[in-house]
């Protein structure tokens, strides 16, 4: 628990920087996580260490104005994550989505999007196995059902957002 619990108050501290918009205080913090795969791309992550702050890690550089770095190492953190941690592999993609949205480069975010669209199955499986807030449901089925299709409805609207803001009335 001590691991999960460090883990957790690194994000928040993140988080807390990210919503006080203190960039620059939040690249220093990231800079000092000399595990992260950004600061060294041979760093060797502490197996504890849950996927969340690598990705958070990551996110960090688009609010340093490193657009393309973020993208690669957001990328090379997908290419870690193990194919079998579908509930990862969906939040890497939904930050490169944000990212790709935010640079205005459509098609990868739509390629993104469709990705995680793909991978909601099989994440909404994962959180529900490991979770222990579901456990009070009878039909897992049933919740498994609502939650893929209440996600498949956040990518769906956000799909139609971006092919708003590109003008693409018609489409939606």
């Known amino acids: 628990p001590m691991k999960l619990e ?3 108050v690194m994000a928040l501290h993140c988080h807390a920087l990210l919503k006080l918009r203190r960039y ?9 996580w000399n595990f992260l795969f950004q600061n060294d791309a041979s760093a060797v992550s502490p197996d504890w260490l849950p996927w969340s702050i690598h990705i958070l890690g990551a996110q960090s550089l688009q609010y340093t104005g490193e657009f393309d770095h973020a ?3 957001l990328q090379d953190v997908q290419s870690r994550i193990p194919p079998e941690d579908a509930s990862a592999l969906a939040s890497v993609n939904i930050a490169l989505a944000n990212l790709y949205i935010r640079q205005e ?3 990868l975010a739509f390629g993104t999007l469709d990705r995680i669209s793909d991978l909601i199955p099989a994440a909404t499986e994962l959180e529900i196995s490991h979770s222990s807030k579901y456990s009070a449901f009878a039909s897992t089925e049933a919740l ?12 769906r609207f956000r799909q139609g ?3 708003l ?3 693409a009335l018609p489409q939606v």
């Open 144 to 155: 498994k059902s609502t939650l893929a299709a209440a996600y498949q409805c956040e990518v």
């Open 105 to 107: 480069q459509w098609r």
């Open 71 to 73: 993208a690669d190492v």
């Open 24 to 32: 620059a205080d939040l690249e220093k913090e990231v800079a000092k």
């Open 161 to 163: 957002k971006a092919l």
């Open 165 to 167: 803001q590109i003008g």
């Open 6 to 8: 460090t883990a957790e």
